[in-house]
């Protein structure tokens, strides 16, 4: 479905990125995605504000699906998070320097005015200046792989006394994460990116901005590694080159890792992982949630996927965004994103659900299993690698979340009930547009495409329901959904609706 958050993205500054795409991705069953798109699912959430921690049953979560603010929405992010790295138009140094892990990812940046322009005097100083900073970039990796403090804070500019308190705290991050891999990869320079002023500022010989990719992978998590782009600050000072800043001039939609954004907790569950940036938040109790999230989801998708779960908790809105490369105030009502770290969309993708502490903490135990469990159902399916319309995507999740946690029909299909002894019986699954954020039926949709999705499983059994959805999931037909409908549920879609939409009137007893 559309991205709305690419509607949300101030257009490209020409002047600083040339070449810059931003065009909204909009085909779903369009496989590549661009890096500076991201496309999104969402479901509506359980506003629970004011309401006290002890809430007792499932009902009444549910029965808050709305708030006097409309509905509260968490999303997921398919696809990949906003990176513009790719955009930016550095100098010639791509032509020369090591090409990115996936070209694909940074392909758009190929044809950037000035890349034609540099002379070959401009190109060798690229060499220089890469050969330098990867020297750096190489030893820091090292020291972190080695576990020497003291080698690490060397590669730090000692004049940068900021960065160095943040060194400090990525170092020890890092430390408490379960390093499977840690690389940095000089990507390429960005010459007029430093002001005069910050320049002098800087002091040294010389001083300049670089992209540098960072991957990692989480032990016994990752199947492959997450993957960003930073923005290295570097200065050659006295002979010796340092790195004096990760941070300086991010780009607008640059994702960040969540090490380098304050100090981390981390906590380990039997099938979880909580990387915490909120000192107040019960990691533990994330990880405990999680876990049965994960055993949920497992009872019914079944054992073939990883049956792990990471969790990011960011500590506040700010935090979350930097993680996803939003814009400010894009997730204000949004309970949770799950996301590919990475660039390009791709099976085996790292992929974290992150939760908006707030909204998480007000949803209470309950409502955060419901949503968990909607989240870690998208990780088991790929979901962000995936061509399943968004009504079986969602109504599936949902159905997952509301088997492990069960709610009556009357709260859990409230809007949807409503509708429909209105006379207003939906007329198609719901589209795509209906899940948009902005959608004034957006509860309505997700209530309609969980009843789809339990309507096949009641009729043919869960089995069916889940062979369906992998049939869907795994065809790389365009008639993929049709297809399944035949072969799997002996049906059409056009007959399906219509057995669909007198399930909704029994229920709602019309
Ligand atoms: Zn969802």
Redesign the pocket.
């Known amino acids: 479905m559309v991205d709305e958050r690419g509607s949300t993205m101030p257009p490209a500054d020409p002047s600083e990125h040339p070449g810059g795409d931003l065009s909204r991705h909009d085909d779903f069953a369009e496989h590549r995605v661009s890096p500076s798109e991201q496309t999104t699912?969402q479901?509506p959430a359980q506003h629970a504000v004011g309401d006290g921690p002890g809430r007792p049953t499932a009902i009444q979560t549910v029965s808050t699906w709305t708030s006097a603010h409309g509905p509260i929405v968490k999303k997921?992010a398919l696809g990949v998070a906003v990176c513009l790295v790719g955009v930016a138009g550095f100098a010639g140094l791509r032509k020369i320097a090591d090409a990115p892990a996936d070209p694909d990812a940074h392909g758009r940046s190929a044809q950037t005015p000035g890349t034609e322009k540099s002379t070959p005097d401009e190109a060798a100083e690229g060499v220089r200046r890469a050969a330098a900073g990867q020297a750096v970039l190489q030893k820091m990796a090292d020291s972190i792989d080695e576990k020497r403090k003291s080698a690490f804070l060397g590669t730090i500019d000692p004049l940068a006394k900021s960065f160095d308190a943040q060194a400090r705290t990525i170092y020890s991050n890092l430390g408490k994460l379960p390093l499977a891999t840690f690389q940095l990869r000089y990507v390429s320079d960005d010459i007029g990116a430093l002001p005069p002023d910050r320049q002098r500022e800087l002091g040294g010989t010389e001083s300049w901005l670089a992209q540098v990719e960072v991957s990692w992978q989480l032990s016994g998590f990752d199947t492959k590694p997450a993957r960003e782009t930073l923005p290295v600050t570097f200065v050659t000072r006295d002979g010796t080159t340092y790195a004096a800043s990760f941070s300086e001039r991010f780009v607008a939609g640059q994702r960040r890792p969540i090490w380098a954004l304050g100090g981390i907790e981390v906590a380990k569950g039997e099938r979880s992982l909580v990387i915490s940036l909120d000192s107040q938040a019960d990691a533990d109790d994330y990880a405990d949630v999680t876990d049965r999230a994960v055993t949920s989801v497992t009872k019914v998708w079944g054992k073939n996927w990883k049956q792990k779960a990471v969790i990011y908790l960011p500590a506040k809105q700010s935090d979350m965004e930097y993680v996803l490369g939003a814009q400010p105030g894009t997730y204000t009502q949004i309970a949770a994103v799950t996301m590919a770290e990475l660039d390009t969309p791709a099976t085996g993708a790292p992929t974290r659900i992150v939760a908006n502490p707030k909204l998480f903490d007000e949803l209470g135990r309950q409502g955060r299993r419901i949503v968990l469990t909607?989240e870690t159902t998208?990780v088991a399916s790929t979901a962000t690698a995936s061509p399943v319309p968004l009504w079986l995507a969602?109504g599936f999740?949902d159905y997952v979340a509301f088997t492990a946690v069960s709610v009556q029909d009357e709260s859990a299909a409230k809007e949807l009930f409503k509708a429909v002894r209105a006379g207003k019986t939906p007329k198609t699954l719901p589209t795509p547009e209906a899940f948009a954020a902005s959608s004034a039926e957006l509860p309505q949709a997700y209530e309609s495409a969980w009843l789809a999705c339990r309507l096949i499983s009641e009729r043919e059994g869960q089995g069916k329901l889940v062979e369906f959805y992998r049939a869907v999931h795994t065809s790389k037909s365009r008639t993929g959904l049709a297809d399944a409908f035949k072969t799997v549920l002996g049906t059409t879609e056009q007959e399906f609706t219509a057995d669909w939409q007198k399930y909704l009137k029994r229920l709602a007893g019309v």
């Open positions: 699912i479901i997921v909607h998208h969602e999740a």
